[in-house]
């Protein structure tokens, strides 16, 4: 086994850049897409919201003000806020929602980020529309570890629903049911000239032969995993969730939500029209999902129309929707960049081992009165605990030693013993326990934890997202996890840097993290439909013994549960 290069310490716990400001207006603002008109959950008016620019160990505070109707929170996807959960985000974890009238100012640190992650709002689904790109530049002395881009452009994945967004998540909590699908798929908030209505504002990527662009590509849809293409380029993916990777050259990427991808696309082919694609990856048997494709063009400068007849851009080959091997195959090639520059630090020896199998599950409902699987309601769990929010936040809760809000029993296994990849399973394990439990991790401790996926009610893709650290990913596969022959196949050397990992269907992931970030963090599958079902959990890592190693204060004026 190869030693990767040991350097940097993870968090650098002074701040050595600058000090950014924005003010975000939470509003809703009317949008027009699929010809007609719907009130949606903008920052400063925008869909997607304002992109966030900062270099690499800067402090970026956003004041933020909600002039909307409901509730919100927002979350710095990627980030890892060394030591300070107060500005994490997610609603009833680390904070009280800010409430209509309300304002709040978030500090975002910057640590060893550099690439593209990304911010969202993290209260009920509100994130299908308040969403924006964060571009970590270099810092100030240093450079890309590739040829510069002559452009860089953000490009953002999402869905658009004709109904309000809170109505979809209503009903499927009233009725048990799985959520409408959305009706469409957008880039850029575009869903592009295949839908109705919509081919004027299909979003154009204006390109010159010979140059060069970074594509900053993020997964911001609720529900959906991505097939992405643009037809007769290669894709170079050279960085993931604001790490650098090996340049990966690749036909297609598949991108799962809260995943970022930064792609570099060379406009090296005749001067034309080209269409770039986003397609669902759905690999789940029976489960409903958006069939629909967006599409946005890639136009050269110097492409001439044709006269004769009315130009139709070339269009890209993407894998079939449920083609679990496409999308295994291609997440299974990154790498970390692993150099001189950009050093990474693989845990050789672990303290502890974590596995959490994550299902989808039913309740049973009286008379089998809900919209689920026979009448019953649809759930999902970790470890077969289905996640309940509590009504405090957990990071409050902890901080102040109110008691009653969670418990601290965990399982660090699953409770339950079975074949979890088999095709088919007695009623009673379909079942999980709710509750809101949490387990605690010593400073500095480092955990392998290994996702198991099973086949219960449906085996699916599950993009599983932590809060607070980066992770390798050391191994992946499909069926139930080895213990003893796994671990022998691992990647010690150049896994991928993520924050959010695809667990394939009936498969696993083991991934490793140092415990060297004291707080509150939140983990829990980037679907939102599994995330609201309970596949959800919540690590608490303690104080370490020096200054710098506990937990900040929390900042004035925390909004009150
Ligand atoms: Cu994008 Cu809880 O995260
Ligand atoms: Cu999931």
Redesign the pocket.
Known sequence: MKVSWLLLPCFFLFAWGETRYYDFIVSSTPYTRLCSTKKILTVNGQFPGPTIYANKGDIVVVETYNRAQYNITL?W?GVKQPRNPWSDG?EYITQCPIPPGGSFKYTIILSNEEGTVWW?A?SDWSRATVHGAIVVHPQLGTIYPFTKPDREVPIILGEWWKEDINEVLALGLITGADFNVSDAFTINGQPGDRYPCSKQGTFRLLVEHGKSYLLRIVNAALNDEFFLAIANHKLTVVGTDGAYTKPLQAQYIMITP?QTMDVLLEANQPPNLYYMAARAFSDGVGVPFDNTTATAIVEYSNYTLPHSTAPSPIYPQLPYYNNTLAAFNFTQRLRSLASGDHPIEVPLKVDTHLVYSVSVNTFPCPQNSCGGPNGSRFAASINNISFETPQIDILDAYYAGIRGVFRKNFPSFPPYIFNFTADSFPMVLEIPKPGTKVKVLKYGECVELVFQGTNLVAGEDHPL?L?GFSFYVVGSGFGNYDPVKDPLEYNLVDPPSKNTVSVPRNGWVALRFIADNPGVW?M?C?LERHLSWGMDAVFIVRDGESPDERLLPPPPNMPRC
Do not use: A, L, M, N
């Open positions: 979350h996807h997610p969202h993290h809260g997202h809060h939140f829990h980037h």
